[in-house]
């Protein structure tokens, strides 16, 4: 157990510590070496969380010892309201964090952003790619990396700033698109919107907080920025065809044109709005799932090993939830 002093010395300090990458990543580097910031109970780590919202920077204190902060704290599903939301905590929390820093004199920076900010259907864009955000978390995490951007150009000396852009990150206990998508095709009742041909990126879970891990034990100073996405990129088809390998299943290959999806999505937006009520297919989600969401990680891999193959992420999930599931429902729900 740990007791209040032991708290006030912590190496790192992870700002959203209590959702499903934050848990992952404090248990990856030692709870003894963490304290976690977060609006909400940590349910593996509840002795070195602390109730903070960052959207009041009065909240936000550092343990005594902190030498580098990850900020993971985000509103980022598809269905947030008010639409504010975003950027009061994507923006105006991130503003917030960082004058918290310089008041605890911490220079050393991890924010994870997202490939959003690129928009649909891009070509395997690369960091350097031009930025045209589609939706509103992400034009909020690409106005938080500016603010990023301008607190470290202030006074670059001595700050070491990653920026991690991961693609949809999936695995063990995750309620995200990715288990809602495995789940579908897993059950046998799956039928492919669009031709299956668009490429889909994916980041799992062990290797995103390993390369976390990576860039604070290894630090580096200066201003850098990472997509990250585990190698190779599956198609629509490819990935199909992994899970039914995997579960001994036959899926349909009856296709359903992509104009016809769409309506569907629409008229679930429509019943949405009239009745007030959340449904899982909307348009938006029929135009991620067609889009081609294929982005390029050739720089993070170029000096970091990734501990999982894809397949082997992708059949160590569909082991633990479908196959042999667990039912200690401990469960993380996001996008």
Not at 20 to 28: A, D, M, N, R
Not at 141 to 170: H, L, M
Not at 192 to 198: F, S
Request: charged residues 25%; contains cysteine; hydrophobic residues 35%.
């Amino acid at each position: 157990m740990f007791d209040v002093f032991a708290k006030r010395y912590m190496k790192y300090t992870v700002i959203g510590g209590s959702g499903f990458v934050g848990s992952s990543l404090i248990y990856e580097l030692d709870p003894k070496k963490c304290s976690n910031l977060d609006k909400n109970p940590s349910p593996f780590f509840k002795n070195v969380t602390t109730i903070c919202d960052i959207r009041d920077k009065k909240q936000i204190i550092f343990s005594k010892g902190t030498k580098a902060v990850v900020l993971l704290a985000a509103e980022h599903r598809d269905d947030i309201s008010p639409i504010s939301l975003y950027y009061d905590v994507n923006v105006q929390g991130t503003k917030n964090v960082l004058e918290a820093m310089d008041n605890f004199g911490i220079t050393h920076l991890i924010f994870t952003s997202s490939v959003a900010i690129y928009g649909l259907n891009k070509i395997n864009p690369s960091e350097n790619h031009q930025k045209d955000p589609f939706n509103h978390y992400g034009k909020s995490k690409w106005q938080a990396e500016k603010v990023i951007n301008e607190w470290y150009e202030k006074d670059s000396e001595g700050k070491s700033i990653t920026i991690i852009r991961p693609t949809v990150i999936f695995g063990e206990r995750n309620r995200g698109n990715v288990y809602n998508l495995l789940n579908q095709i897993s059950s046998g009742k799956f039928m492919m919107v669009g031709k299956g041909n668009n490429k889909k990126s994916m980041a799992y879970i062990g290797n995103i907080v390993a390369f976390i891990k990576n860039r604070l034990e290894n630090v580096e100073f200066g201003y850098n920025i990472f997509n990250y996405a585990d190698n190779p990129d599956f198609s629509m088809k490819e990935l199909v065809s992994v899970i039914e390998h995997k579960m001994n299943i036959s899926i349909s290959k009856f296709k359903i044109p992509y104009w016809v999806g769409m309506l569907g999505g629409y008229g679930f937006d429509l019943f949405g709005f009239i009745t007030k009520m959340k449904y899982s297919i909307s348009s938006v989600r029929v135009k991620k799932f067609c889009a081609t969401t294929q982005f390029d990680a050739t720089k993070v891999h170029s000096n970091f090993k990734a501990p999982y193959k894809l397949e082997e992420a992708l059949n160590a999930t569909l082991e633990y939830e479908f196959i042999d599931p667990k039912k200690d429902e401990l469960l993380f729900y996001s996008e």
